[in-house]
């Protein structure tokens, strides 16, 4: 079977199709024969090396496909069962632990870009009746994030009102929840293009980030006093602004660190004058991913794909996605 494995060194050059051997479930396994992922952040930060990781990884922690073999004991799945990843393996339930959190797919356990694997049956969760495979593939890491955020730690109301930043996969998926759950929605995003798109899919009012350096402030006053829920991508990038645009008493997720900001300066009385909450938060378990799921059949959501590219063209994908001209999100197919 083919996988593509991280090379030796750092950088896109360094990624290898290997042929490796087809490996056999045992006992509570599962064999899968994957036919798609999908392009985070966090990928592209292992694809380039800047998240280091043994050689020989298999990367990419989105996957969906089939359920081509049992072993003893699976009585959960059946073979041909269509299923999808999880980006924390052992999470299943609860709240997060070191040792739930520990497997990270696609960075310290291998992830999806592989024609087969091996994994724990409960591992998996089934894919959303209707979706393609490309479509699954878009859940596990952005999906389940912006669902985390909004629903799972942010309790979300009909006429709540919600910032999202930039057009990216998981704050496109944060918008079509936003809007299932009734909520009003402000964006940012530095194209105007991008702007329409998120205008035509419900957002009120768009703001240029890049354009405009007090987005935040603007934020606040297009929602009348500021938006309930921030769902912050760019760590110290953004959260300075993600701070000006809540309201009193909202609550920012810090999710992300985009336009490198990985560490940053905050102005601390503005956090405690406007009764801000702040959650750190990656990902989800399995149970937020089964519930998630639910509500995306009765909501008939329907993911975002910008592009989608083949197996053996990662190093094209994530260039792609560097490039910063995706609206949404982008998929292998194989
Ligand atoms: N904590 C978690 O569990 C978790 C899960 C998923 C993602 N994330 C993080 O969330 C962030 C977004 O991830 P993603 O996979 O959705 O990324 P993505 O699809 O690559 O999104 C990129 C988009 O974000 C916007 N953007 C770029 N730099 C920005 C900046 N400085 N300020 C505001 N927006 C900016 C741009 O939108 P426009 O072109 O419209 O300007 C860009 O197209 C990443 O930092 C990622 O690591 C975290």
Redo the contacts with the bound molecule.
Sequence with gaps: MKAVCIGSEGGLQHLQIKELPQPSPGPGEVLVRWHATS???????VGIGAIPTPEGRVPMSDGAGEVVALGDGVDSWEVGSKVMSL?FPKWIDGNPTGAKTRGISGETVDGYLTEYSVLPAEALTRIPKGYSYAQAATLP??G???W?ALVVEGNIKMGDKVLI?????????ALQFAKAAGATVY?????EA??DR?RDMGAVEVV???ADERWGKTIYKAAGGGVDHV?D???G??MSQSIEAAAMGGHI?????????RKGTLTFPKLFFKHLRMT?????SRVMQEDMIRAIEENGIVPVIDRSFGFAELADAFKY??S???????VLEY
């Design positions: 392009l985070n952040f966090h990928d592209y930060l980006f890491c952005a389940l994030t912006a985390r930043e930039g057009s990216g996969g998981m704050s496109i998926f964006a940012t995003s530095s194209s991008k702007a998120l240029d980030y890049k769902l991508v760019g760590g990038s953004t997720y810090a999710i992300g660190i985009l336009g490198n900001g750190g938060l990656a990902v989800g996605q560097a910063g001209a995706h609206f949404g999100k982008i």
